[in-house]
């Protein structure tokens, strides 16, 4: 079955500087890739998602790139906040609505 | 739509007691997926169904654990019997060709 690995597992940066955290998969057949931001006390939450026909997605601040061949996936966020503090999952899966498999999380603290 | 619906936000019952976590996924979601969350373990997945039919439940930890979708519009987790190393938030997903959201959480609590 599908195996999701996130790294880093934490990521301390200073407000304004850019964040990245990398997933890689195991199944080539996966072709869907969401990212959920999970705050504080809250459920988590999609915030950008990019199927495998493309390599890149970008919405404001936050950009995912994606390399089939490699089976990895990254999340860029530029100009962090203080507001982006949250832990982030990854997720593959073959096709919508099929099981998720999630990264095991990382958690970004953004530094005033 | 009122998103994924979980109840009860919060329970704390005694080891050894019977406990049902529910859930209401969104009108028209074709799956929904039971999620256990602590801090040691992460995000893990208990079991999924694929319109109302269980697909997957490699992930429920053992016998005491059980899941039913009776109808599109409910499904239950039920623990029976219940023990400390239960406790944990319980999240409910459904999804769609366009996505999952999930619910709100149930935190258990198990004395």
């Known amino acids: 079955g599908e195996n999701v690995e996130q790294h880093p597992s934490t990521l301390s940066v200073q407000e304004g500087d850019s964040a990245v955290i990398k997933c890689t998969y195991s199944?080539?057949?996966?072709?869907?890739f969401p990212w959920y931001k999970q705050e504080l006390g809250k459920r988590p939450q999609l915030i950008i998602d990019i199927r495998s026909n493309v390599g890149e997605k970008k919405d404001q601040r936050i950009a995912v790139t994606l390399n089939k061949t490699a089976k990895h996936f990254s999340l860029h966020i530029t100009e962090t906040q203080p507001e982006d503090s949250a832990v982030y999952f990854c997720a593959a899966s073959i096709s919508y609505g099929q099981n998720f498999v999630f990264g095991p999380g990382t958690r970004l603290s953004v530094l005033p | 739509d009122a998103g994924v619906i979980q109840s009860p936000r919060h329970e704390v019952t005694e080891m050894g007691q019977e406990v049902t976590l529910r859930c209401k996924p969104i009108?028209?979601?074709?799956?929904l997926f039971w999620y256990r969350q602590t801090m040691m373990r992460g995000l893990e997945l208990l079991i999924y169904f694929n319109n109302n039919v269980p697909i997957d439940d490699s992930g429920m930890p053992e016998d005491r654990f059980s899941a039913k979708m009776p109808n599109a519009s409910f499904s239950t987790l039920k623990i029976q019997p219940s023990e400390p190393r239960d406790s944990a938030v319980y999240f409910c997903a459904s999804s769609n060709s366009l996505g999952g959201t999930f619910g709100s959480g149930t935190r258990l609590t198990v004395v």
């Open positions: 199944d080539s057949a996966s072709n869907y």
């Open positions: 009108s028209g979601h074709n799956s």
